[in-house]
């Protein structure tokens, strides 16, 4: 169910076809899966580990050195390796970053592990994978936000149940989650250390697309957005409400407060690419809809959108390439 689909994606390419049914595509081999944004880029950081003399001697982007502090370390460290299918082939954004360099399927395993775990309150694991998740992307720090919350709602109830004596135990037990501002904190040093400031990933340009007041996505002459066309973005603004009020209602305090408070997140990012932003709130709308997901119905649906979706992936893979002349450095 993983390779099966991404084989599908990559075989065009591979065979230099000129085009799928009219999709007219980019006839430059694997070179166009590999040369997808943002995979270059964490290239850089896994030949270069920040090095700013690596980077300004051996790669040609205009961008300044400290761009790169926006692409956190797990991943290029990893690469390849670690190939995480968590779901196959919807959404069709998801097999796009799921085919080409993208740190996503990394971010969403760890997410799911950490919250698996916090779940079963195993908090020395809920901590590492979640320091692994914030290693990997930026918003990982939301999985020590939501178990903050959580640990401050229990708080409240226990004032009233319990005596001080396991109140002390219980916030000992939770200490492990402290590793998820760690990660962040150690990331910000390494900045420090390699850039000479601790916040370089607030420096990194135009990397960071969180705008108040909330909805600023519908502003079409923003930088990221550049289109009136955005309808879709309801949509995901209605699914991703639905799904948190849905883990609300079956009382699943782990999932529902994660998810709700990445939803909110998500009403502050302004990018015509939401949807990829969306990825990790997926998996929590599946569980949400599972008895809607699992029915005769929407099995036709989905067998329904296996062709477009792959001629999807294919356009937007075949178009979504960085201009790269020389390759030497990235061997």
């Known amino acids: 169910m993983t390779l099966i689909p ?5 075989l065009p390419f591979i065979l230099k076809i000129d085009n799928v049914l009219g999709i007219p595509l980019a006839k430059n081999g694997l070179q166009t899966i590999v040369s997808n944004y943002d995979g270059p880029l964490y290239m850089v950081v896994a030949k270069s580990f920040y090095s700013p003399q690596i980077i300004k001697e051996s790669f040609a982007f205009p961008l300044p050195v400290e761009y790169y502090a926006a692409h956190f370390p797990l991943f290029p460290l990893l690469q390849s390796l670690i190939l995480v299918a968590i779901f196959a082939v919807f959404p069709a954004r998801w097999l796009i ?7 996503e399927p990394l971010f969403v395993a760890a997410i799911i592990a950490s919250l698996y775990y916090f779940k079963n309150k195993k908090y ?6 979640g ?3 914030q290693l990997t992307k930026s918003p990982g720090i939301l999985l020590f936000g939501a178990y903050g919350v959580i640990w401050v709602f229990d708080l409240l109830h226990n004032l009233a149940l319990i005596n001080q004596r396991v109140k002390r135990k219980i916030n000992l ?3 492990p989650i402290l590793l998820i501002p760690l990660a962040l904190f150690s990331v910000f040093y390494f900045y420090k250390v390699t850039y000479g400031t601790f916040t370089a990933y607030f420096n990194s340009g135009d990397n960071i697309h969180l705008f108040f007041p909330p909805f600023q996505i519908f502003n079409y002459s923003a930088p990221w957005v550049g289109t009136f066309w955005l309808e879709e973005v309801i949509l995901i603004y209605a699914a991703g409400l639905l799904a948190s009020i849905y883990l609300i209602k079956d009382k699943d305090q782990t999932l529902a407060t994660f998810a709700t408070l990445f939803f909110t997140s998500l009403l502050f990012v302004s990018h015509r690419d939401l949807l990829r932003y969306a990825l990790p709130l997926i998996p ?3 569980i949400a809809f599972r008895n809607f997901m699992v029915s005769k119905e929407v099995r036709i ?3 329904f959108l296996l062709i477009p979706t792959y001629l ?6 075949s178009q979504n390439v960085m201009p790269i002349a020389d390759w030497s450095p990235f061997l």
């Open 6 to 10: 991404t084989l599908l994606v990559w």
């Open 173 to 175: 037990k939770l200490l």
């Open 97 to 103: 970053v799921r085919s080409v360099g993208s740190p």
């Open 312 to 317: 999807f992936s294919l356009g937007f893979i």
């Open 301 to 303: 649906v989905i067998l």
């Open 124 to 129: 020395l694991l809920a901590g590492v994978f």
């Open 131 to 133: 320091a692994l998740a």
């Open 284 to 286: 929590f709308m599946f």
